[in-house]
């Protein structure tokens, strides 16, 4: 796999993804591709960044999201990887990954988590979501594409950027497993966060991620989301017994270091919220305080700042294309070339 990509291929892809859609649809049976709606939920907020994650789905409102289905040419049926973005929306991150997967002949679902709610960006915090939306959207996309003829249901995975990784991650606790997923119901057979926003939130039932594998991929580098946190996390589930998750670090790469959206080494998102000196810790009443304060987690505490430094780096981004082949070959349990 190669780094030179033309940046006019994920602009193509990035204007079919946001093509015209039809209306909602429950079974991918008729085996189509493209461009899908689907229903999921909106969760209402509460006074924090990320908070009501104990809300009830009776509160929440239904929504219609939509989302880009990919198979590849041939005939029989393919592994799926389900792609979650980060708090921009779709990037040439999520296509161009779709592209690597689609050479891989892996099936993707590009989930849109924007377009049907009225939001732009949540980088800057203008807007918000509650994060028990985003892993509603996971489970309800999962439970559509294993309706399709062409996907092998034992076999999808699912990979999520910054706030999609944090999804990616959540989706794999027990408090939201089961939540939306019964026994015969399909399971992701693995979860692929790339620096996942988790460095700064400590949710109740963090440490039961279930027994299928987790691996995180992290810019060293990284001053949104930093390496510490993460890498401690990891360690103090590994510590536990929980040998199923890790982590691959990157020396030198920043937020987003897979999105080829320019050459840049490194860049300045002055006006990204960023979290990254707070610990906000969970409530059993589903509120988030910081650990620090014992504050209410808001917008103006003293931890929080503006500023993150974002950048493509290409070194990264090849070895994270090895590493990511190497782990679904692993989890699919069949070579890709």
């Known amino acids: 796999m190669q780094t030179a990509r ?4 994920a602009c193509a892809l990035l204007i079919a993804a946001g093509a015209a859609v039809a209306k909602p649809v429950k079974t991918l049976d008729d085996g189509r591709a493209g461009a899908v709606e689907f229903e999921s939920l909106t969760f209402p ?20 999201v939509s989302g880009k289905v990919t198979i590849p040419k041939g005939a029989g049926r393919v592994p799926a990887v389900i792609l979650l973005h980060g708090c921009s929306g779709i990037t040439p991150v999520q296509t161009m990954w779709a592209y690597e997967l689609d050479r891989l002949k892996i099936a993707t679902f590009v989930v849109d988590a924007f377009d049907g709610r009225g939001i732009r960006e949540l980088c800057t915090a203008r807007q918000r979501l509650n994060g028990l939306s985003l892993v509603a959207d996971a489970y309800r996309a999962l439970d559509l594409l294993a309706t399709h003829p062409r996907i092998d249901r034992t076999h999808i995975a699912l990979m999520g950027f910054s706030m999609g990784g944090r999804t990616a991650l959540w989706a794999s606790y027990a408090r939201f497993r089961t939540r939306w997923s019964r026994p015969d119901d399909a399971q992701f057979a693995a979860y692929l966060p790339f620096y996942p926003a988790v460095s700064w939130l400590r949710i109740r039932g963090d440490d ?7 691996r995180i991929f992290q810019g060293a580098a990284d001053d949104w989301t930093p390496l510490g946190p993460i890498d401690g996390y990891v360690t103090r589930l590994r510590n536990a017994g929980h040998g199923n998750i890790s982590l691959i670090a990157y020396e030198g ?20 919220a960023n979290p990254s000196r707070c610990i906000f810790v969970e409530q059993a009443n589903g509120e988030l305080l910081e650990a620090e304060t014992g504050r209410p987690a808001s917008l103006d505490l003293p931890c929080l ?15 994270a294309l090895v590493d990511v082949k190497a782990f679904l070959s692993e989890v699919f349990g069949q070579s890709f070339k």
Do not use: C, W
């Open 6 to 9: 033309p940046i006019l291929i």
């Open 45 to 64: 907020m509460g006074s924090g960044p990320v908070s009501g994650l104990n809300v009830a789905d009776h509160d929440a409102k239904p929504v219609v």
């Open 208 to 214: 039961d991620v279930g027994t299928r594998p987790i």
């Open 253 to 272: 790469a920043h937020h987003g270091f897979d999105n080829p959206r320019g050459a840049y080494p490194s860049a300045r998102y002055a006006d990204a």
């Open 305 to 319: 700042s503006r500023g993150a430094t974002t950048g493509y780096h290409p070194q990264a981004y090849e070895k």
